[in-house]
Structure formats: C-alpha cells, structure tokens
C-alpha cells in the first residue's frame, strides 16, 4: 500500500511547489491557486475551493457545472461544500501511481485555466 511518503515523492518528483501541512496534507500550488492534497487511507483527496457560489441566479451556473463534470473533466468534478464551489478529485491511496497523481493535478491545472473564467462570471465575481 502506498502512503503519505510515497504522495510526497510523487509531487517532489513533479516539481510542483508544496507544503506540508498538520494530517497528512500538502498544500499544492497550481497556477497559482492552493489545492489541499489529502492522504486518508485508503483514499488520497484533491481539492479546491474556487469560490463563492451566488445567492441569486444559481441556476446558469449550475447547469454549466454539470455540463463540465459531464464533458471536461474525467478525474474531478465540481461541487458545494458550504455554499462554496469547490473541485475535488478522489484516487484510491493502495494502487497509487505517480501518473494518476499527476493527471489529476494536471486536470486541475487545466480547469483551473479554461474554466475558472467562466465560472467566475456566471457567479458574479471579477
């Protein structure tokens, strides 16, 4: 079974920017956004907090979440948590690889430069 330090080793190996954090967290920074990188055996969680979601007109914004979950992403989806929207991802920590964690800090990636635009202004924030 895979565990915290094998995580570590993947993303010293990546060259991605980290901290570690209390919990077996690391911190990611990806364009320039914070991703929380979870080890909970037996699962390893990505996710981060995009945003807000609006109090009003919800519905544009939903619906374009859905359809990306549905069509642009493989790994993650996006959700609520708290009224927030976040895009968490979830990997099974036993048969961890290097290259599932990697694509799925580069759908991450991707997401957060394609898409977060549009996010952001269907949620009403600059």
Do not use: C, W
């Not at 209390?22 to 995009?50: E, K």
């Not at 991802?89 to 599932?100: C, F, I, R």
């Not at 430069?113 to 600059?126: D, T, V």
């Amino acid at each position: 079974m895979r565990s915290i330090q094998d995580v570590e080793s993947y993303l010293l190996r990546m060259g991605r920017p980290f901290e570690e954090a209390n919990d077996g967290t690391f911190v990611v920074r990806v364009n320039g956004v914070s991703v929380a990188v979870r080890v909970a055996p037996p699962l390893i969680f990505a996710r981060v907090v995009i945003g807000p979601a609006p109090k009003e007109k919800r519905e544009e914004l939903f619906a374009h979440l859905l359809r990306l979950n549905a069509g642009a992403l493989v790994h993650g989806a996006y959700g609520l948590e708290d009224d927030q929207i976040i895009l968490a991802s979830a990997l099974e920590l036993e048969n961890l690889d290097y290259n599932e964690l990697d694509a799925v800090l580069a759908e991450v990636d991707l997401a957060l430069a394609q898409q977060l635009p549009k996010i952001r202004e269907l949620a009403g924030q600059k």
